[in-house]
């Protein structure tokens, strides 16, 4: 609750203390004859029913109901007959009311008409009664009544409009569950079952070897394939089951256990660290390890295991990676998806970084800056 709806029953109780008092010396309504602290109390007491008339409705009609036929004090009645219609939503409660405002508003006419004078003729009267009934009562209930079905219905709309979103989530989760189910079906279909008939068949090399280079290069084909099964076995996991147990992600720290593989193959790798190492942060650091593995990956792919030198530099606010092959004379012809860049682009740029791959110097360089996390 802000300070405006704090200080509005405040604001209104004020309100209806001058009314009322404005009411019994004449200046809003019939002066009274009773004695000036007896009419203050009144309107002390209207303007207190009125701060409290938003948690509970009945002390201000009481007290409309007291100051309207002993003194004729109207604006409790307004408070009152509001209040009535905002907060009584079922019938029997309004019809309740309403007969006794009635019976009170006859009442008062009869109180008037016997007093005399000035209240007489303008509250006594029955077409004055009438009209004073329908607007100081009647207007003020039928504005209640508004207002309670006028938040009623935005009470519907809100919650109808939780309920669509609810459910607009749900199938969109549904929908993604969905998806991830396909892929990963089409990833075990298709990717496991090669990757298993290459493992297979490096077993079958490694045993019937006529050499044993031969047998070591298929032995080290068949351990690369497990791992990758091993690895492809994980994401099918993930992708299989939103709460899936993850393990820890390679970081910088696996660095050199991935340029030995890429020695084992025959690559000539070159690591060079430069400045000081600095806290990065893990995010940033599976991505450094992601830029050196696909660059990797490319130059056992398209340059013909041509020397590579990889420069790892640490930053004051990050890192700098740069992976640059010699030129090589070799060419190998082999399937690509032509989305590793790419995605490798896209995911240094959702950490703030840039990555730039192009030629240079007759071989290919690849320079990634990521920013500490």
């Given at each position: 609750m802000?300070?405006?709806d704090?200080?509005l029953p405040w604001?209104?109780?004020?309100?209806?203390?001058?009314l009322c008092?404005?009411?019994?010396?004449?200046w809003?309504?019939?002066?009274?004859?009773?004695p000036?602290p007896?009419?203050l109390?009144?309107a002390?007491?209207a303007?207190a029913a009125a701060?409290?008339?938003?948690?509970?409705v009945?002390p201000v009609?009481?007290?409309?109901?007291?100051?309207?036929?002993?003194?004729a004090?109207?604006?409790p009645?307004?408070v009152?007959s509001?209040?009535?219609?905002?907060?009584l939503?079922?019938?029997?409660?309004l019809?309740l009311?309403?007969a006794?405002a009635?019976a009170?508003w006859a009442l008062?006419?009869?109180v008037?008409?016997l007093?005399?004078?000035?209240?007489a003729?303008?509250?006594?009267?029955?077409?004055?009664?009438l009209i004073l009934g329908?607007a100081?009562a009647?207007?003020?209930?039928v504005a209640?009544?508004?207002?309670?079905?006028?938040?009623q219905v935005?009470?519907a709309?809100?919650?109808?409009?939780e309920?669509?979103?609810r459910?607009?989530?749900l199938r969109?989760?549904?929908?993604?569950?969905q998806?991830?189910?396909?892929?990963?079906?089409?990833?075990?279909d298709?990717?496991a079952?090669?990757?298993?008939?290459m493992?297979?068949?490096a077993?079958a090399?490694?045993v019937g070897?006529p050499d044993e280079r031969?047998a070591?290069?298929a032995?080290?084909?068949?351990?690369?394939g497990?791992?990758a099964?091993s690895d492809?076995?994980e994401?099918?996991?993930?992708l299989?089951?939103r709460?899936a147990?993850r393990d820890?992600q390679?970081?910088?720290?696996?660095?050199?256990r991935?340029?030995?593989?890429s020695?084992?193959?025959g690559?000539v790798v070159?690591?060079?660290?430069?400045g000081p190492?600095?806290?990065?942060?893990?995010?940033?650091e599976r991505?450094a390890y992601?830029?050196?593995?696909?660059a990797?990956?490319n130059?056992h792919k398209?340059a013909g295991?041509?020397?590579?030198?990889?420069?790892?530099?640490h930053l004051?606010a990050?890192?700098e990676?740069?992976?640059r092959?010699?030129?090589?004379?070799?060419?190998?012809?082999?399937?690509?998806?032509?989305?590793?860049?790419?995605g490798?682009?896209?995911?240094v740029?959702?950490?703030?970084g840039?990555?730039?791959?192009?030629?240079?110097?007759?071989g290919f360089?690849?320079?990634a800056?990521i920013p500490a996390?």
């Amino acid at each position: 609750m802000n300070i405006l709806d704090r200080a509005l029953p405040w604001v209104l109780g004020g309100a209806v203390f001058l009314l009322c008092a404005g009411s019994a010396y004449g200046w809003a309504g019939v002066a009274t004859t009773l004695p000036a602290p007896v009419s203050l109390a009144v309107a002390a007491a209207a303007a207190a029913a009125a701060v409290v008339a938003r948690r509970s409705v009945w002390p201000v009609t009481v007290v409309a109901a007291v100051a309207y036929i002993w003194l004729a004090m109207w604006p409790p009645v307004v408070v009152a007959s509001y209040y009535a219609g905002l907060q009584l939503g079922r019938r029997r409660a309004l019809w309740l009311y309403a007969a006794g405002a009635s019976a009170v508003w006859a009442l008062g006419g009869v109180v008037s008409s016997l007093s005399g004078g000035h209240r007489a003729l303008a509250m006594g009267s029955s077409p004055n009664v009438l009209i004073l009934g329908g607007a100081l009562a009647g207007l003020p209930l039928v504005a209640g009544l508004w207002s309670h079905a006028r938040r009623q219905v935005l009470v519907a709309m809100r919650e109808q409009a939780e309920q669509l979103v609810r459910e607009q989530v749900l199938r969109a989760d549904q929908a993604r569950a969905q998806e991830r189910a396909r892929i990963a079906r089409e990833m075990h279909d298709v990717v496991a079952h090669r990757v298993s008939l290459m493992v297979l068949h490096a077993g079958a090399l490694e045993v019937g070897a006529p050499d044993e280079r031969t047998a070591r290069a298929a032995a080290l084909i068949g351990d690369v394939g497990r791992e990758a099964l091993s690895d492809l076995r994980e994401v099918l996991g993930v992708l299989r089951a939103r709460d899936a147990s993850r393990d820890p992600q390679p970081t910088l720290a696996d660095l050199d256990r991935l340029l030995a593989r890429s020695r084992a193959l025959g690559l000539v790798v070159n690591r060079r660290d430069e400045g000081p190492a600095r806290p990065i942060g893990q995010s940033a650091e599976r991505t450094a390890y992601r830029v050196v593995q696909e660059a990797l990956t490319n130059v056992h792919k398209h340059a013909g295991g041509a020397e590579t030198d990889v420069v790892v530099r640490h930053l004051p606010a990050g890192l700098e990676v740069v992976i640059r092959n010699a030129p090589s004379a070799a060419s190998r012809v082999l399937p690509k998806s032509g989305w590793g860049l790419v995605g490798l682009r896209e995911r240094v740029e959702l950490l703030g970084g840039t990555l730039e791959a192009g030629p240079c110097e007759g071989g290919f360089q690849v320079r990634a800056r990521i920013p500490a996390a």
